[in-house]
């Protein structure tokens, strides 16, 4: 049985100008996500990636409950969770946790770093002293003295490691890291990509990533998923994609990844125009206004989810 299983998942906003729209008998939201489906078993690794608004944080809030699905399943550990109610939250709360993407930003300058990373356990009752702050904090490879320290005390890459020891408190079963390398040079980036993979390896946590970052996609994750405006455009394993992509729009994201060999033959693709609004989509296959590889076809069909393989694409001309 997979640990977390997404059917069809559709997520809805409310449009602005809600008076404007009734007035012109316009529908009220817009679908933000549109039937995205996908599984990730215990100890395995997702990498969510795609354009600034194409769905992928929404998805990270749908999953843990804060924001609510329009349509679509979500099974976690066996249990469907999609219209949990407030009291099925507070126990599944222990044993899902996210990385916010402002490493900085999303702890309170208020707290201690004790304060921050216990806080997990006072709220569910358990024991939050010193001795469970030192241990959280060794956790992540943060000394102890830092339990005394504020936020602002922090360098970006330390709020990162109090973020994930934060989010590790109460070992849960499903960790969420949105942009968990944002802001952060180099050589911190390797050092919370090692801890991550330390923490995997040593607890089965399953972890699902958001980024921007394909190197990072790349060297963690096992499975990868491509989306553009709230659809999955391609979903298979890790290297597969890489190797051989066959959506447009995952071959250009792919081209245009710095590559750090000097000598490497250089594929890129040119992509037109700026991507569509979701409340305006444009007419078949939402990719087409802007593929090099478009026909007529393309403009009038909507492409449906094709499986092979164990890998996934949408698109009526694949390459």
């Known amino acids: 049985m997979s640990l977390l299983e997404v059917t069809d998942l559709r997520i809805r906003y409310a449009r602005q100008g809600r008076l404007k729209a009734a007035l012109r008998r316009e529908s009220h939201d817009f679908e933000a996500v549109c039937g995205v489906s996908f599984t990730l078993e215990p100890g395995q690794t997702l990498g969510l990636v795609g354009e600034s608004g194409s769905g992928k944080s929404t998805i990270a809030r749908t999953l843990i409950g804060l924001k609510k699905s329009s349509g679509g399943s979500i099974r976690f550990d066996g249990a469907e969770i ?7 939250w507070a126990r599944l709360r222990r044993e899902m946790s996210m990385m916010w993407q402002d490493p900085v930003g999303s702890l309170s300058p208020r707290l201690t770093v004790k ?3 216990t806080e997990p ?4 009752g358990l024991p939050a002293g010193r001795t469970e702050a030192e241990r959280l904090l060794g956790l992540v490879g943060l000394p102890a003295e830092f339990a005394t320290r504020y936020p602002h005390q922090l360098s970006g890459g330390q709020a990162r490691r109090v973020g994930v020891a934060r989010a590790l408190a109460l070992d849960p079963k499903l960790l969420i890291a949105d942009e968990p390398t944002a802001g952060l040079d180099m050589s911190v980036q390797g050092e919370v990509l090692n801890l991550l993979a330390e923490v995997q390896a040593r607890s089965g946590v399953a972890i699902v990533i958001i980024t921007h970052n394909l190197n990072l996609v790349r060297h963690v994750t096992d499975q990868m998923a491509i989306m553009y405006l709230g659809r999955f455009v391609e979903q298979g394993p890790t290297e597969q994609v890489f190797a051989h992509p066959r959506h447009p729009y995952t071959k250009a994201l792919l081209a245009a990844n710095p590559e750090p060999d000097p000598e490497a033959r250089h594929e890129r693709v040119a992509l037109s125009g700026e991507v569509p609004s979701p409340v305006n989509r444009p007419s078949g ?3 087409h206004p802007r593929c090099p590889w478009a026909r007529e076809a393309c403009a009038a069909k909507e492409p449906g989810w094709t499986e092979e393989s164990g890998r ?4 009526l001309f694949p390459l």
Not at 82 to 88: I, N, P
Not at 121 to 124: A, C, E, G, V
Request: charged fraction near 25%; charge should be positive.
């Open 82 to 88: 999609s219209q949990a109610s407030g009291r099925d």
């Open 285 to 287: 296959c939402d990719f």
């Open 121 to 124: 356990l006072r709220i569910n």
């Open 115 to 117: 304060s921050l990373v």
């Open 312 to 315: 996934g694409h949408r698109c």
